[in-house]
Every structure is written in structure tokens, then in C-alpha cells.
């Protein structure tokens, strides 16, 4: 039992791991496509490239919010809603310019990566969104019990009954779960996925001369 225990920690540690690094990776990736898309937009003519400057101040503050801002689903929704406008204003000053000069630089270039941009916000929503499938700690925590009980009854079933070594190993197995579970939920715990590339970004921006 212990053995199977030990075996479904580590393939359920290993997914919540995976699930956090996919995490971290979409904010880098989101980051990047938000910075690169502000500096194409300096190439923009006026007045297109004042405007969407702002839009995209107001962008990435909205997106660095749905991390660090909602504390409930309501807020959350309330919160990529906002996002989701800011990026259809954005989409409509882009077709306005395509309208006016569809010229590969600068116009094709900033449309690409507004595209992109786009696209990583779904990326970034989905791998929020992608947990540890709920049977699998409950699968955890019922082996978890199970071995445990088993634990204490062959140390019960012993001669001299030193209990401890049973006691420090339901503390071990407990603080791994409580790792597991803080890391298969990005919002709460003490385990954050770093939005730091994001706050660079949005300072990087805030700093563009008008």
C-alpha cells in the first residue's frame, strides 16, 4: 500500500507540476506578445498610434488584474469581459488603419501581432483553467487513508509500540498532498505563478514617451 501510495504521488505531482509550468509559460508568452505589439504600434501614424497606445496600457493592466484582482468567479468573468472589449477596440482601430494603408510595415506587421497577442489570452485562460482532474486526489486521498490505516495497524500488531515513525510518515504524506493541491491552484496557496514578465511589460509600456 505504501509503495502504491508513493507511486500516485509522484504521477499526481507530476501533472500538477506540468500544470503550473504551462502556467508560467503563458504569462511569459502573453508578455512578450503584449510588448512586441506596443512597440509596433510606435511605427502607427498618428492618430491611430496614441490610441492604441492607451488601449494597450489599459490592456495589460486588465490583464495582469484577472491574476492578482479577482477574488471570485464573478469578479473573474467581470474582469476577462473587460479584456475581451479592450481587444475588440483594439481589432476595430486595426481594420480602420487596414482600411486606409494595408502596406506590409507598419500596418501588416502590428496586425500579426495583435493577432497573437489575441491568441495568447486564450492560451493563457486555458492553462488557468487546466487542473488536476478532481478524481485524482480523490483517488490520493483515498490511498492515502487506506495505507495509513494499515500503517497504524501493523504498528499496532507489534511488540514494542513506538508509534512515531507512523506519525512522521502521515505528516510527510500530508504536507506532499497540501504541496500538490497548492500547486494545481494558481489563485490561492502560498505557490503564485510569478506574474513579474507582465508587471515588466505593463512599466515598459507606462514609459513610452506620448
Do not use: C
Amino acid at each position: 500500500m505504501l509503495g502504491l501510495l508513493a507511486l500516485m504521488i509522484g504521477f499526481t505531482f507530476a501533472m500538477a507540476l506540468s500544470r503550473f509550468e504551462a502556467r508560467r509559460d503563458a504569462v511569459l508568452a502573453e508578455a512578450n506578445a503584449i510588448g512586441t505589439t506596443a512597440l509596433r504600434a510606435r511605427l502607427l501614424p498618428e492618430p491611430h498610434r496614441g490610441e492604441v497606445l492607451k488601449l494597450l496600457k489599459d490592456y495589460v493592466t486588465a490583464r495582469l488584474n484577472i491574476t492578482l484582482g479577482p477574488s471570485s468567479q464573478t469578479e473573474l468573468t467581470a474582469a476577462i469581459d473587460r479584456s475581451n472589449a479592450l481587444q475588440e477596440g483594439l481589432w476595430q482601430r486595426a481594420m480602420s488603419l487596414a482600411a486606409r494603408d494595408n502596406a506590409m510595415v507598419p500596418t501588416g506587421i502590428f496586425i500579426q501581432t495583435l493577432n497573437e497577442m489575441i491568441d495568447n489570452q486564450a492560451k493563457r485562460l486555458a492553462a488557468l483553467r487546466n487542473r488536476v482532474p478532481n478524481v485524482v486526489p480523490l483517488a490520493l486521498f483515498g490511498i492515502a487513508a487506506i495505507a495509513g490505516a494499515f500503517a497504524g495497524y501493523g504498528s499496532g500488531l507489534e511488540n514494542r509500540h513506538n508509534r512515531l515513525p507512523v506519525y512522521v510518515m502521515g505528516l510527510l504524506v500530508s504536507a506532499i498532498i497540501l504541496l500538490i493541491l497548492d500547486l494545481d491552484r494558481p489563485n490561492a496557496g502560498f505557490i503564485e505563478v510569478s506574474q513579474q514578465p507582465m508587471i515588466d511589460t505593463a512599466a515598459s509600456i507606462a514609459a513610452f514617451p506620448d
